[in-house]
């Protein structure tokens, strides 16, 4: 068996650090009232936020996507109990 040399032990991780997000992040204040600054989820309902990307909006939970863009498709509408836009295309 070899042992390790003086000073030599496990490597740093490189990876990136994530930094938790705080309710400043979600909220501002305007005068006595909060105002959202993401967009809940249309199919997971209040409480789920869309995730900012670079050309989209995410939701972790179920996946719903609004792309955002000048070659952006409009953003499917949720309507009585159709989630998904093939379900809608269907009417």
């Known amino acids: ?3 390790a040399e ?12 994530h930094e938790s997000r705080s309710p400043k992040d979600y909220y501002e204040v305007q005068g006595n009232e ?3 600054r993401r967009k809940s989820c249309p199919r997971c ?18 996946g719903y ?4 863009g000048k ?3 409009p953003a499917a ?4 109990g159709k989630t998904t836009p093939a379900e809608t295309a269907k009417e």
């Not at 003086?6 to 650090?17: L, Q, S």
């Not at 789920?48 to 939970?61: D, S």
């Not at 509408?77 to 009585?80: D, H, I």
């Open 77 to 80: 509408e949720v309507k009585e």
């Open 6 to 17: 003086a000073g030599e032990g496990k490597k740093a991780g490189t990876g990136r650090k």
């Open 45 to 62: 309902g209040e409480g789920t936020w869309l995730a900012k990307h670079r050309n989209r909006q995410y939701c972790g939970k179920c």
């Open 71 to 73: 070659n952006a498709a």
């Open 65 to 68: 996507t609004v792309f955002e």
């Open 1 to 3: 068996m070899i042992m």
């Open 34 to 36: 909060l105002k959202r």
